[in-house]
């Protein structure tokens, strides 16, 4: 995409609401913007590689096309992401990702993530714990990736997530802290398990 | 608050699996100062509840700073993009917020 009409520069809502009045180029800015995050966001949440490839394509074809009823509530990334995930839940055959998540409780989930271990296992180096940690972010279910990933990856505000998830405020604070428990436990695991080999 | 729970402690008003709820938003500033200044009693009361906290900063600092930028999709996933997004975008003139519902 050339910067002949200075678009590059434009933030996002605008190339949104030229992309609305038809401008291909604005929106080939925002698709080179937003395509890596809302890739690794459809790797996160749909069932195969090729699976999150077609709801890459889908993401932005439904943004082009739905451009016009951007309202700005949230970032576009965060509209994007959502129109992902809406995407993604169909692929996967379900119209609702809502969880009970009532189960375990949280000192049960604390001990297995070393809460009260005399000695928490602890890895070391940098490459170590990265791979780790992105093995542990791989094994869990997709309803803890997502928000993981929207939170912590992509930074996007607790409002902003609750809002993206159908979730209110509290029930997202509380999917939230289960889901960085249970990586926190998936890297336990994982790092008791290298030990062990 | 009142009774013992197994493998817990009582400090600051709080027991260990309250202060294990709250540690995301310890993390993320979202506490009330008073439920804040109860946790910082507990935390320096309670030794595994301090370690434990500790430890769970830092996976997520290092999911936030090692995970951090998402990579580019491989070159051929892009250009599958582009080519779907050029024989399919039309005119693009619909209006439907494509985020509203699922």
Redesign the interface.
């Known amino acids: 995409v050339s910067d002949e009409e200075g678009l590059t520069g434009e933030d996002d809502a605008r190339l949104v609401a030229r992309?609305?009045k038809?401008d291909?180029n604005a929106?080939e800015i925002l698709?080179v913007r937003h395509?890596?995050?809302v890739?690794?966001f459809a790797r996160t949440i749909a069932k195969n590689a090729s699976d999150a490839?077609e709801v890459?394509?889908e993401t932005?074809?439904?943004?082009?096309?739905?451009?016009?009823?951007?309202?700005g509530r949230s970032s576009v990334r965060t509209?994007l992401l959502?129109?992902a995930?809406?995407g993604a839940?169909?692929a996967r055959g379900r119209?609702?990702a809502r969880r009970e998540d009532g189960g375990e409780?949280?000192?049960e989930?604390?001990t297995r993530?070393?809460?009260?271990a005399q000695d928490?296992e602890?890895i070391a180096l940098?490459a170590e714990?990265?791979n780790a940690?992105?093995t542990a972010?791989a094994s869990l279910d997709p309803e803890d990736r997502e928000i993981?990933v929207l939170r912590?990856?992509e930074?996007i505000s607790?409002e902003e997530c609750a809002d993206a998830l159908g979730l209110s405020l509290p029930a997202m604070?509380?999917r939230?802290?289960r889901a960085?428990?249970r990586?926190?436990a998936a890297?336990h695991g994982a790092a008791g398990n290298g030990r062990r080999r | 608050v009142n009774g013992e729970?197994p493998?817990?402690r009582l400090a600051g008003d709080l027991w260990?699996?309250d202060v294990?709820?709250?540690?995301?938003?310890v993390l993320?500033g979202?506490l009330a100062p008073e439920v804040q200044g109860r946790v910082q009693v507990h935390l320096a009361a309670c030794d595994?509840?301090s370690?434990?906290g500790d430890?769970?900063a830092r996976?997520?600092r290092?999911?936030?700073e090692?995970?951090?930028?998402?990579?580019?999709?491989e070159p051929e996933?892009?250009t599958?993009?582009?080519e779907?997004?050029t024989l399919?975008?039309?005119?693009?003139?619909?209006?439907?917020?494509?985020?509203?519902?699922?």
């Open positions: 992309a609305a038809g291909a929106f698709v395509r890596a995050a890739y690794r490839e890459l394509q932005f074809l439904s943004a082009w096309r739905g451009a016009a009823g951007f309202g509209w959502v129109i995930r809406n839940l169909r119209a609702d409780s949280l000192v989930l604390g993530a070393g809460f009260g928490p602890r940098a714990r990265r940690l992105a972010l993981l912590d990856l930074r607790g604070k509380s939230l802290n960085r428990l990586l926190v890297v | 729970r493998g817990e260990c699996s294990l709820g709250l540690l995301s938003d993320d979202g595994q509840c370690r434990f430890e769970f996976v997520i290092d999911l936030r090692g995970l951090g930028a998402a990579e580019e999709p996933v892009e599958r993009l582009a779907h997004l399919r975008r039309g005119p693009g003139r619909g209006g439907a917020d494509p985020a509203a519902g699922s």
